[in-house]
Every structure is written in structure tokens, then in C-alpha cells.
């Protein structure tokens, strides 16, 4: 029912910018969460920042890098990310969940599993190289 796209992955020099897009189609909670998690090779799942109404929650380790945003008209998650560092290389997931918790859980949650069910997207490849 619910799916997630995303897109706008790609290989930029240190320094650099990307905007990430997740195209979300069936979510009918206009309040709900959404989220971007990201993954580098050998490394556990991390939080990247959740969204929901318009209030917005980021992982403590980007220092204010990273902009979480949803334009609804378009159904869209996007993740702004700018000053790129290789650290920040990974593949990177947008999420949600139906029925939504208010406010958004922790980013543990996410992970653990469990009802109500959460939704991910396919991943999109991020590369950030020195």
C-alpha cells in the first residue's frame, strides 16, 4: 500500500551538495512521520532525520549539514545535504509509517520492527570522495 522512491544519489567531491528526493505514494496520514536513514559498508543503520508536521528531528552527528523537508502537494521527501564530507558516503533510505505515532519515535524504532508496520525505499547510493 504504502511505497517509497528514491532518488538523487550520486558521487560528488568533498564540499560538495545533493538533494536527495523520495517519492511517497499511500500514505494517507498527512501528519505522519517520514525519515531518512543511511548506511555506510560495514556499519549499522543510522538516523539521518525524521520529519512530521513540519517539526523536524536530526541525528546528532551531522551539525546542522543536513535539511529534512516534505512538500505535500508533491507527496515528497527531500534531504538537502550540503558541505559533504566522506563520511557522509553510504546508501541512503527515506521511510514512513501507517498508522503514524505522534510525535515521530526515536530512530531505534525504526529499526526494531514491529506494528504498525514501517515502510522503506530501495536506497539511493551517495558518494562523497576527497
Known amino acids: 500500500q504504502v511505497q517509497l522512491v528514491e532518488s538523487g544519489g550520486d558521487s560528488v567531491q568533498s564540499g560538495g551538495s545533493l538533494r536527495l528526493s523520495c517519492v511517497i505514494s499511500?500514505?494517507?496520514?498527512?501528519?505522519?512521520?517520514m525519515a531518512w536513514f543511511r548506511q555506510a559498508p560495514g556499519k549499522k543503520r543510522e538516523g539521518v532525520a525524521d520529519?512530521?508536521?513540519?517539526?523536524?528531528n536530526y541525528g546528532s552527528s551531522l551539525k546542522g549539514r543536513f535539511t529534512i523537508s516534505y512538500d505535500d502537494a508533491k507527496k515528497t521527501l527531500y534531504l538537502q545535504m550540503n558541505s559533504l564530507k566522506p563520511e557522509d558516503t553510504g546508501m541512503y533510505y527515506c521511510?514512513?509509517?501507517?498508522?503514524?505515532?505522534?510525535?515521530?519515535?526515536?530512530?531505534?524504532?525504526?529499526?526494531?520492527?514491529?506494528?504498525?508496520?514501517?515502510?522503506w525505499g530501495q536506497g539511493t547510493q551517495v558518494t562523497v570522495s576527497s
Open positions: 499511500g500514505q494517507s496520514d498527512d501528519s505522519a512521520c
Open positions: 521511510a514512513t509509517t501507517s498508522p503514524s505515532p505522534h510525535p515521530c519515535p526515536s530512530f531505534y524504532w525504526w529499526l526494531a520492527g514491529g506494528y504498525p508496520p514501517r515502510y
Open positions: 520529519i512530521s508536521s513540519g517539526i523536524t
